[in-house]
Each structure stands twice: as structure tokens, then as C-alpha cells.
């Protein structure tokens, strides 16, 4: 009887047990959508290869339509990237992929002289689109010889619209760590105040991911493993004790 009710209490505990891996297991993955604008040719896809993959390719042509792309951080955090055209012939499509987005990056090259009408016209955009969207201004190409920075001019368009001001290369690297701390730590506070099925998910803008990490996936084998042997040892042992009984009895009579 007492046996019955052991093997019982084993079970019962391996059950609990797995049902609590498995609730553990799958933890929600929180993404953010990032989206990049800015005129065909300032280096917005270089900034992103930069960004997701630690260097840049040669000859990258100029982006017609959409490119995807998404990096994962800590803590189950995912930026999803849509890196959009430039190309005026695509606006409609470019405005499109705007939607939704919790994170503009305007990209402007800023050896051009129409950094200011650039910035206002994505701006235009950002505002009738995606108003509730974080804004972030990059300056790219900043290690070009020879040229006027407009250092002035845009820092003024990004104190006039309120955003964050990143200088950077692509190329060389220049800034690139506080550019990519920015968006992880704006990405942060945006899931931090918002719920998860609001945010997205990962490489989708489907609500929900879920994953099983390797280390719990692990710990339920070990566990699952550790009760069998220790199921084992208690067989064995009951065994042995009812056969000590058996030679025992004789003498007792």
C-alpha cells in the first residue's frame, strides 16, 4: 500500500513539475518596429547592414520598395527593420510601411544642402502617420573629407522636431554604438509602457512568438531523468527489503 501511494506521489510531482517547465519555457518575445526613411542614396541600408550584421557590403544598390531585416537583444527584445526607398516614385509605398511603427529613423547625408526641406518632408509624413512614433535623426557620412558637415543646420532640425541627434559612419564605425544603444534603449521603454500584443513580434507584425530556451529545455530532461533514477533506486530498495522479510520470516515462527 505504501508503495502504491510513493508511486503515486512520484507521479504527481513529475507532472507539476513539467507543467511548470513548460509555462516557463515559452516566454513572449517582445519586437519593435523600426522604421528607416530618408532620400535614395544617404545610406540607409548601409546604416542598417552596420547595425544588424557589424559591417557593410560593397556596392549595395539603392533600395526599390522594402528591405526586412531585424536584430535580437537581450532579454528576448527584437527590432524588426524596414528599411523603405527613397525614390519619390515609391512614396506612396514608402508610407505605407510606416504604419504602426514605434521607431522613425530619418537618415539625412550631411554633405547635401536639402537637409532641411528632407527632414521637413519626413517629418510631414511621421506626423500624419505614425504621430506616436520615437523620432531619431542620424547624420551619416560623417567621416567624408572635404565637404561642409551642416553640423548647424541639423541640429536645428532636430531640437525644431524634437528628436535625438546621432552622428555616424557606416563605414568606419564612427558613432555606430550610440546610434545602436539608442534604439535598444528607446525600443525598451516603449515595451516597458506598452502592452506586448500592442508592440508586435518578432521578424512579423503578428501579435504573439513564443520560444523554448535551451536552458530550460535542459533542465526539464535532467529533471525528468533524476526522478527516474530515483523511481528506480526506490523499486530496488523495497525489493531488497521484502526479500530480507522473506528469509527473516521462518526464523521469527
Not at 533600395?63 to 528599411?83: A, P, Q, R, S, V
Not at 502592452?195 to 535551451?214: D, F, H, I, M, S
Request: contains cysteine; charged residues 20%.
Amino acid at each position: 500500500m505504501k508503495f502504491k501511494k510513493f508511486i503515486a506521489l512520484i507521479c504527481a510531482f513529475s507532472f507539476v513539475f513539467s507543467n511548470l517547465i513548460n509555462v516557463s519555457a515559452h516566454k513572449a518575445v517582445k519586437a519593435v518596429k523600426v522604421t528607416l526613411l530618408g532620400d535614395s542614396g544617404v545610406g540607409k541600408t548601409a546604416l542598417l547592414q552596420k547595425v544588424v550584421n557589424g559591417k557593410v557590403e560593397e556596392n549595395i544598390s539603392s533600395t526599390e520598395g522594402i528591405n526586412f531585416m531585424h536584430k535580437e537583444c537581450d532579454n528576448n527584445l527584437y527590432l524588426n527593420f524596414w528599411d523603405t526607398s527613397g525614390n519619390e516614385s515609391l512614396l506612396s509605398t514608402t508610407k505605407t510601411h510606416c504604419r504602426n511603427a514605434n521607431i522613425v529613423v530619418i537618415a539625412v547625408n550631411r554633405t547635401r544642402t536639402s537637409i532641411e526641406e528632407s527632414v521637413d518632408a519626413w517629418m510631414k509624413i511621421v506626423e500624419t502617420i505614425c504621430p506616436d512614433a520615437k523620432r531619431i535623426l542620424v547624420a551619416t557620412k560623417i567621416d567624408a573629407e572635404g565637404t561642409d558637415d551642416n553640423s548647424a543646420l541639423i541640429e536645428k532640425k532636430a531640437t525644431e522636431h524634437h528628436m535625438e541627434l546621432y552622428r555616424v559612419s557606416a563605414t568606419s564605425g564612427a558613432g555606430m554604438e550610440d546610434f545602436e544603444n539608442a534604439l535598444i534603449r528607446a525600443a525598451t521603454e516603449i515595451v516597458a509602457a506598452r502592452n506586448v500584443a500592442e508592440v508586435g513580434t518578432a521578424k512579423t507584425t503578428v501579435t504573439t512568438k513564443t520560444r523554448t530556451p535551451t536552458p530550460l529545455l535542459v533542465a526539464g530532461i535532467v529533471t525528468g531523468i533524476t526522478a527516474a533514477v530515483g523511481l528506480i533506486a526506490t523499486m530496488v530498495h523495497l525489493a531488497k527489503s521484502r526479500l530480507s522479510a522473506n528469509r527473516l520470516q521462518p526464523k521469527l515462527t
